[in-house]
């Protein structure tokens, strides 16, 4: 080979290697892209109470149970306590008065400027008179409470706003009344259970249909001429729910807020005669004292009970199985509507701002649930333990807490008026309905007018 030839090839080796060198180190100081470090949480924030003891004024005690009957009620406890102790409180729901006496409670020491309590619990008939007399805070003006949380109950806060401000809360309720029924009268006189909770689900469930359920369980067993198992028993509520159910209320709200005489309304006519001709069949019969009723439905004397659902506590022991049913809808009603109420907290306007969002910051905590049942149908939970069926808490319950299901009568909001005033004279008098009410539209016209705010003894 020649000299050049040689000198040729190195230099191409040469340059071969002197070119793979770069390449190498490139390959070597690649470097990989690691992921964000995650921000780390932020620390809990809390405030410094003081020490100060926040207490409800109220008509019953709300004690700590030494002994919890669920892991729920047990978790809520240790909730309460933890934040307690990270912020230096004490929260207390203690009896200071009786239902009708703790408006004058909150009056009385708000004026004087020393309030008996942070937080006064009241009864539906007395929220327009504290309200119309500057007791109650506003708590749209706090920044402590979230009012728009599904915990608060829809009812109580409709009664507690005035224009954009709100005056209270209660904590998430029951609707009040329902109707109860013993399944195994339903099964001997041919109605499949299943077949009511259809009816109710599908909007078959109307006065009608309550009608032919009334007709096929009032019994005369041994053929004495005299019934031995009615379908229920005689009351006046059936005549408020029967107001309720077809989509009215006596006393109606106008777009001020204010009351209005609704009484002789088509649909209030209306349902009040169909319960009034209801009563004079022979499905019901009057119970022998005044919880005759509860008695009759334990017993087997009447197929039915329309009430207050606290009375599932009174039927736990009972022998034969039950159901639970809104009431059936009238033909004014565009669906079903439970029977509600509306008792409240209301924080004294006597505080100064920061001591109100102190006592709304308590207040929230001692209506919250503990985080792990904080989820908005975790109410379930605990009324499985009550009930006999599903269907009773997931279908008849559930509905009745979906917001716009649940009713009040505006005439709770009324101190002075009852309905007995013109169920009782139709019940037991001989009385119309039209007689009935005319007995007592002055009378309620008046009262109306007061909680309105026209003259007000101050």
Same mark, same amino acid.
Request: hydrophobic fraction near 35%; proline fraction near 6%.
């Given at each position: 080979e020649s000299k050049e030839t040689v000198t040729e090839q190195v230099q191409t080796t040469e340059k071969s290697v002197e070119t793979s060198i770069?390449?190498? /180190?490139? %390959?070597?100081?690649?470097?990989?892209?690691?992921?964000?470090?995650?921000?780390?949480?932020?620390?809990?924030? @809390?405030?410094?109470?003081?020490?100060?003891?926040?207490?409800?004024?109220? $008509?019953?005690? *709300?004690?700590?149970?030494?002994? /919890?009957?669920?892991? *729920?009620?047990?978790?809520? $406890? %240790? @909730?309460?306590?933890?934040?307690?102790?990270?912020?230096?409180? *004490?929260? %207390?729901?203690?009896?200071?008065?009786?239902?009708?006496?703790? =408006?004058?409670?909150?009056?009385?020491?708000?004026? +004087?400027?020393?309030? +008996? +309590?942070?937080?006064?619990? =009241?009864?539906?008939?007395?929220?327009?008179?504290?309200?119309?007399?500057? =007791?109650? @805070?506003?708590?749209?003006? =706090?920044?402590?409470?979230?009012?728009?949380?599904w915990k608060w109950d829809e009812i109580a806060k409709d009664c507690l706003t005035r224009g954009d401000k709100i005056y209270g809360v209660f904590p998430d309720q029951t609707p009040r009344n329902f109707l109860f029924f013993n399944k195994r009268i339903f099964e001997e006189s041919g109605i499949d259970p299943a077949d009511v909770y259809k009816w109710q689900a599908d909007g078959e469930w109307t006065w009608e249909k309550f009608e032919e359920v009334c007709e096929k369980v009032t019994k005369d067993t041994d053929n004495d001429g005299i019934s031995d198992v009615y379908a229920f028993q005689t009351n006046g509520l059936y005549y408020t729910a029967a107001i309720i159910s077809n989509g009215t209320r006596m006393v109606q709200k106008d777009e001020n807020g204010q009351l209005i005489n609704n009484m002789f309304a088509p649909e209030v006519i209306e349902a009040l005669e169909w319960a009034n001709q209801l009563m004079n069949k022979s499905y019901d019969t009057h119970s022998s004292h005044w919880d005759g009723a509860e008695e009759m439905f334990l017993s087997g004397g009447a197929a039915m009970y329309y009430g207050d659902s606290n009375k599932v506590f009174e039927f736990q022991d009972m022998a034969d199985d039950y159901g639970l049913l809104i009431f059936p809808k009238g033909p004014s009603a565009d669906k079903y509507y439970a029977g509600g109420n509306a008792e409240v907290w209301v924080i004294p306007s006597s505080y100064t701002k920061e001591e109100a969002e102190n006592i709304a910051f308590a207040m929230d905590m001692w209506a919250s649930q503990a985080p792990d049942y904080n989820n908005e149908d975790d109410w379930m939970m605990a009324q499985y333990k009550l009930y006999r069926d599903a269907e009773s808490v997931e279908q008849t319950l559930a509905y009745a807490k979906e917001a716009g299901n649940m009713r009040m009568d505006y005439r709770e909001l009324i101190n002075g008026i009852s309905p007995n005033a013109f169920s009782q004279p139709i019940m037991y008098q001989g009385a119309t309905v039209m007689e009935a009410l005319e007995g007592i539209e002055g009378i309620w016209n008046t009262a109306i007018s007061k909680a309105n705010g026209e003259n007000i003894v101050q």
């Open positions: 770069p390449i190498a /180190k490139a %390959e070597e100081t690649i470097v990989e892209e690691k992921a964000p470090e995650p921000e780390p949480e932020p620390e809990p924030v @809390y405030r410094d109470l003081g020490g100060e003891t926040i207490t409800i004024a109220s $008509w019953f005690d *709300q004690i700590e149970p030494e002994i /919890k009957r669920s892991a *729920q009620e047990e978790a809520l $406890w %240790e @909730y309460r306590h933890e934040v307690m102790e990270n912020n230096n409180f *004490q929260f %207390e729901e203690i009896i200071m008065g009786k239902w009708n006496t703790t =408006l004058e409670l909150l009056s009385t020491s708000t004026l +004087a400027g020393e309030p +008996a +309590a942070e937080i006064f619990h =009241l009864a539906s008939s007395f929220l327009n008179t504290a309200i119309n007399n500057g =007791l109650c @805070y506003d708590l749209t003006t =706090l920044d402590s409470i979230d009012l728009d949380h």
